[in-house]
């Protein structure tokens, strides 16, 4: 019979359904047992999508089954307690002192107004009263500097922490302004992604209410793994109003829920077009998809974002529109998104 390590180095080979990361390294082995001719292999499960659990179970079977003088396979799930559910993921997910609450922007594709969303959301929480951090966690996209007017590295304190710049109230990082455009070519995947986590918790935050988090677009590996080590209070999944991109709020709102995170909802961006001479709103998308999908995801819709001119000049001329202009109907609305996102944020477990 093979020894407890080799079945775990067995099990590396098995992948979770639909991602190209290993069930060992999602940490869902819990133990495993050779007695009695019979190998038992207990796994936690986060998800509770019976379909991905079949789909693990099986091939956990067929993977040990193939090792030599394996009579029997048992495989035994244990379902994280429904009223914590982080523990699942706990192993892994760190919280980062003094910060109450971190939550992540996320988007099926790049261009659909992610980083707009963030750095707007970011504000108008601010202008709620919360204290407030941003996170700019796309390196090969960093859009957000140019949005908050920040391009220089941070200072380090004498540890050697990373002191985030301060504009519009806000706190704010990100790991591009510590590289260059050829070191981020060579840091390809899992290790942009590994180091990018560890640099999150090397920033001195201070006291804040609120971490807001801007994910690289997309909703594989890289994204999966940032939600998966830092302790998220929910996710907002942005779209756009068009068909392809509604289908990966399905997606992003899945992504979320394989690591238990709560949606806090989807913002449809870019829904209609707001004139600026007449004040009329022209339809370009048939709009209303996001709430639709929302309501069939069962997640919350947080709002609707006009294409308004002065969004994209805001954050083109790094000033953004929540910060420059507060009265704005489109301030207003991410004044709305901003309670929505509080309210369940504060009410989440
Ligand atoms: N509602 C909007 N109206 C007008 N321009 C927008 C709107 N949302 C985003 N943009 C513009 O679209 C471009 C892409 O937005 P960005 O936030 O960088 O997207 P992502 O982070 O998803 O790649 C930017 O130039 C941005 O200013
Ligand atoms: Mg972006």
């Known amino acids: 019979m093979p020894s407890p390590n080799e079945?775990?180095?067995?099990?590396?080979?098995?992948?979770?359904?639909?991602?190209?990361?290993?069930?060992?390294?999602?940490?869902?082995?819990?133990?495993?047992?050779v007695a009695h001719s019979r190998v038992t292999v207990m796994l936690t499960v986060a998800s509770a999508k019976p379909e991905v659990i079949q789909k693990i179970v099986a091939d956990v079977k067929t993977a040990v089954s193939a090792m030599r003088d394996v009579p029997a396979v048992e495989v035994r799930i244990e379902q994280p307690p429904a009223a914590a559910p982080r523990a699942a993921t706990g192993a892994t997910q760190r919280e980062i002192p003094a910060v109450k609450h971190i939550i992540a922007v996320a988007s099926g594709?790049?261009?659909?107004?992610?980083?707009?969303?963030?750095?707007?959301?970011?504000?108008?929480?601010?202008?709620r009263g919360w204290r407030i951090g941003l996170m700019d966690a796309d390196?090969?996209?960093?859009?957000?500097?140019?949005?908050?007017?920040?391009?220089?590295?941070?200072?380090?304190?004498?540890e050697r922490r990373i002191v985030p710049l301060q504009r519009f109230g806000i706190g704010y990082v990100s790991m591009a302004l510590f590289i260059n455009d050829e070191t981020a070519v060579i840091w390809r995947g899992p290790m942009v992604t590994k180091l990018e986590t560890e640099f999150l918790f090397n920033v001195e935050w201070g006291e804040l209410d609120c971490l807001v988090l801007d994910l690289p677009p997309g909703t594989g590996d890289a994204q999966l793994t940032i939600t998966q080590r830092v302790a998220l209070a929910g996710g907002v999944v942005v779209t756009t109003p068009q068909d392809l991109a509604l289908l990966d709020v399905k997606r992003g709102v899945e992504m979320f829920r394989e690591v238990n995170v709560p949606v806090l909802g989807v913002v449809e961006n870019m829904s209609y077009y707001l004139?600026?001479?007449?004040g009329h709103r022209h339809e370009i998308f048939s709009h209303g998809g996001g709430a639709r999908y929302a309501s069939e995801l069962g997640v919350p819709f947080l709002g609707e974002l006009p294409i308004v001119r002065e969004l994209r000049e805001g954050g083109d001329r790094s000033n953004p529109l929540v910060a420059s202009n507060p009265h704005h109907p489109v301030s207003v609305a991410f004044e709305a998104i901003a309670t929505r996102v509080m309210q369940q944020v504060e009410c989440a477990p």
């Open 7 to 33: 079945i775990l180095s067995e099990l590396k080979k098995v992948k979770y359904p639909g991602f190209s990361r290993d069930i060992v390294s999602f940490g869902m082995i819990k133990d495993i047992e």
């Open 109 to 127: 594709k790049g261009g659909v107004g992610k980083s707009t969303v963030a750095v707007n959301l970011a504000l108008a929480l601010r202008g």
């Open 139 to 158: 390196v090969y996209g960093p859009s957000v500097a140019m949005m908050m007017g920040v391009d220089k590295p941070p200072a380090l304190t004498a």
């Open 275 to 278: 004139c600026r001479k007449c």
